[in-house]
């Protein structure tokens, strides 16, 4: 299975700022016959189900603000979100479907000051 | 506008199975263009993907190592969704269940969630 793992595990931080959520998967999700990397970003506010955010690592979901983009390529990937708001405050997951089975990091919880 | 609900018990006892049902709304479990997908979170595992079924030509299904041996994902085009069997349960099955479509293997539609609890 590919391991994904995200960094850092919380960050809190104030309104108007950046954040930036890390992703490393254990294997390279790049498809080299379509240059696609298949990663996603997924944002969970509590009693919600997770939302999708971005694909293909750097794709915005439609009705995503534009302050969220994704960047990145291979093993590393990274998630940011600038002029934080106070709606921004959630779990952030990333996810490989590369290969099945299609895993999960541990998650990064996003806080305002 | 697509839609997901799940329907299915919050309670099971051990060694049962769970069968939980997901309706589509606005979409076809039998689209070409989609997969069906089972999720699972839990504090201890996070979020775990189950499997998923999916149509192209003939019926296909794809099951994470962990549950292969007790999982099945069935679709019922007849009322437009799908479900997720689970046998053999035991406490380490409890979890908020999710299904999902995904387009592409991004998960870009999910369900409400139900809570399953493995208790006597």
């Known amino acids: 299975d590919i391991v994904m793992t995200q960094s850092p595990d919380s960050l809190a931080l104030s309104l108007g700022e950046r954040a930036t959520i890390n992703c490393k998967s254990s294997?390279?999700?790049?498809?080299?016959?379509?240059?696609?990397?298949?990663l996603a970003w997924y944002q969970q506010t509590p009693g919600q189900p997770p939302k999708l955010l971005i694909y293909w690592a750097s794709a915005r979901e439609s009705g995503v603000p534009d302050r969220f983009s994704g960047s990145g390529s291979g093993t590393d990937f990274t998630l940011t979100i600038s002029n934080l708001q106070p709606e921004d405050v959630a779990v952030y997951y990333c996810?490989?479907?590369?290969?099945?089975?299609?895993?999960f990091g541990q998650g990064t919880k996003l806080e305002i000051k | 506008q697509v839609q997901l609900h799940q329907s299915g018990p919050g309670l099971v006892k051990p060694s049962q199975s769970l069968s939980l049902t997901c309706a589509i709304s606005?979409?076809?479990?039998?689209?070409?263009?989609?997969?069906w997908n089972w999720i699972r979170q839990s504090p201890s595992r996070g979020l775990e993907w189950l499997g998923r079924?999916?149509?192209?030509?003939?019926?296909?299904?794809d099951y994470a190592v962990s549950v292969r041996s007790r999982i099945a994902i069935y679709a019922d085009t007849s009322k437009n969704q799908f479900s997720l069997h689970l046998h053999s349960l035991t406490p380490e099955d409890t979890a908020l269940y999710y299904c999902?479509?995904?387009?592409?293997?991004?998960?870009?539609?999910w369900g409400q969630g139900t809570m399953v609890t493995v208790s006597s």
């Open positions: 999902s479509r995904d387009r592409g293997r991004y998960l870009d539609i």
């Open positions: 079924t999916y149509y192209g030509s003939k019926w296909y299904s």
């Open positions: 294997q390279s999700v790049l498809y080299s016959s379509n240059n696609r990397n298949y």
């Open positions: 606005g979409d076809s479990v039998s689209s070409t263009t989609a997969a």
């Open positions: 996810q490989q479907y590369y290969s099945s089975p299609y895993t």
